[in-house]
């Protein structure tokens, strides 16, 4: 993976008034009223979370253009749809919860083009989240 020092910016997100882009962080963390869900807490430290997270992504044959900070415990990929090969970007940072060897997550899943992506960023997000959360 490359390091990268340009990641998302995720209490500055900016959501076009479009249905093709998935937004799920902890409450407080993104302007108000545009994330799509309130993310879980997991009772992982963050940098084992981050670390799921990398390993995970190595397994993503459609995730490319992969960075990390492993300070910020950042993530960035453009992720190809399969059919068409659309280019979605995919910004994740992992947080710490309030308990203790706890943490959370913020991740933010668009389209490059397009109106509607019937789906697919929430699909995606969704997929991310049961990975990281089913161990």
Not at 9 to 38: H, M, Q, W, Y
Request: a positive charge; charged letters at 20%.
């Amino acid at each position: 993976m490359v390091v990268m020092t340009r990641f998302l910016d995720f209490n500055a997100v900016k959501r076009r008034p479009r249905p093709n882009s998935c937004l799920v962080a902890p409450e407080g963390f993104c302007p108000t009223g545009l994330t799509d869900e309130i993310a879980p807490v997991i009772p992982v430290p963050p940098k084992s979370l981050f670390e799921r997270l990398c390993t995970y992504a190595q397994t993503q044959s459609l995730w490319q253009d992969q960075a990390t900070d492993e300070t910020t415990l950042q993530f960035r990929c453009v992720a190809r749809t399969r059919l068409m090969r659309f280019a979605d970007d995919v910004d994740i940072q992992v947080l710490p919860a309030p308990q203790p060897d706890h943490s959370t997550l913020a991740i933010f899943s668009r389209s490059r083009v397009g109106y509607s992506d019937l789906g697919t960023n929430a699909r995606r997000v969704g997929t991310i989240l049961a990975h990281l959360t089913s161990k």
